[in-house]
């Protein structure tokens, strides 16, 4: 009996794989959101809205699924324009941020999706 | 990006997707960015119109009749008080630069320099600290001189972020470069050439009105289509 050959995954990418296979960042919605508040730390709802071409309800949905794994806290501010939601990146999150920017920093050049840029 | 899972919607993602969702993010940054820059271009008109207004209010009579030692205090005091607002601004910008650098870098594969980056930025910080809040409490033609070598050192510092942040540099930035870089030549050049201390007042006043236009244009008038949506 002859075993199966199992195709060798390049590190970079199986370490890859071990950051996406966490439910938190299944989504490209969600890794936008992180990598925005990685950069700005603090972000309002409106600003992720147009960041993520979300509906307010998918957002939230996002928001709350980040929020219940630590990644970052929602809350609500009082500025002179009224009531603001604002996502505010914790140290959970800026660590897995750091994670996502070194495995970005690690894939191989040229590895894309022929469609880069989702309209 | 996997077939039927848009950004709005909760389907997986995979590592074809990552690169592409960072240039996504870096041309909605681009906006963003440019909108807080404007606080950046503000600060340092605001200090740098502090930087001679002081003087010209503490020739008035009523603080006149103070004693050298007090006018010293409250000259250094507010100028101390100017270059830390305007260093804490800029530290904040500077940093939200590095990090959008960061993320470029890491898009482009190439590494970054973080671990120099901090020390750099704290010695350079404390040098401009102590070094206009010295020279702005003389008025002598070295002191005029010295100060506008570490507003140099700032302009440099700015062009530096201002590529670190920006790919290519907006309108504003070159805009608020050169106005900082002119008003630096010109001022030596009214000293040092013409003998005119009033040339160095003029030039900075008209940095100052370039700054302002840089930051109400940075605040207001950047198109939407720059968040890359």
């Known amino acids: 009996m002859v ?49 993520s071409h979300c509906a307010k309800g998918s957002l939230s949905y996002h928001l709350k699924q980040l929020e219940e794994a630590g990644l970052l806290r929602v809350s609500t501010v009082f500025t002179l324009g009224g009531p603001r939601v604002v996502a505010e990146i914790t140290e959970k999150g800026r660590e897995r941020y750091s994670g996502l920017i070194d495995e970005l920093q690690r894939l191989p050049v040229g590895r894309e999706a022929p469609q880069s840029v989702p309209s | 990006m996997n077939e039927g899972s848009g950004p709005g919607g909760s389907g997986d993602s995979d590592y074809t997707d990552l690169r592409a969702l960072a240039r996504r993010f870096l041309a909605f940054e681009r906006g963003f960015l440019r909108r807080q820059w ?28 103070l004693s050298a030692t007090a006018h010293y205090l409250i000259f250094a005091g507010v100028d101390a008080v100017l270059t830390i607002a305007a260093l804490i601004v800029s530290v904040l910008i500077w940093g939200h630069a590095e990090r959008t650098f960061d993320v470029r870098s890491a898009v482009d594969g190439r590494p970054s320099l973080t671990s120099y980056r901090n020390l750099l930025r704290i010695a350079i910080i404390l040098a401009l600290v102590v070094g206009i809040v010295t020279v702005s409490t003389r008025s002598d033609l070295a002191s005029y ?13 700015l062009l530096l972020h201002l590529r670190r942040a920006f790919r290519p540099i907006p309108v504003e930035g070159w805009l608020a470069v050169t106005a900082f870089v002119g008003a630096i030549a010109c001022s030596y050049g009214s000293l040092l050439l013409f003998d005119y201390p009033l040339g160095h007042e003029i030039a900075w006043f008209a940095a100052v009105v370039v700054w302002l236009g840089c930051a109400a244009y940075s605040r207001f008038g950047v ?6 949506s």
């Open chain 1, 3 to 51: 075993a199966e050959a199992t195709p060798e995954v390049p590190g970079p990418l199986a370490s890859l794989g071990e950051q996406f296979s966490q439910e938190e960042l299944r989504s490209s919605a969600r890794i936008l959101i992180m990598l925005s508040l990685g950069v700005n730390r603090r972000m309002g709802f409106a600003a992720l809205l147009r960041l």
């Open chain 2, 38 to 65: 404007a606080a950046y271009y503000a600060i340092w008109a605001c200090a740098v119109t502090g930087y001679f207004l002081v003087p010209f209010l503490l020739s008035f009579t009523s603080f006149a009749a």
């Open chain 2, 145 to 157: 001189l010295l100060g506008d070598a570490l507003l140099l050192v700032l302009s440099l510092f």
């Open chain 2, 223 to 228: 198109p939407d289509e720059a968040e890359g």
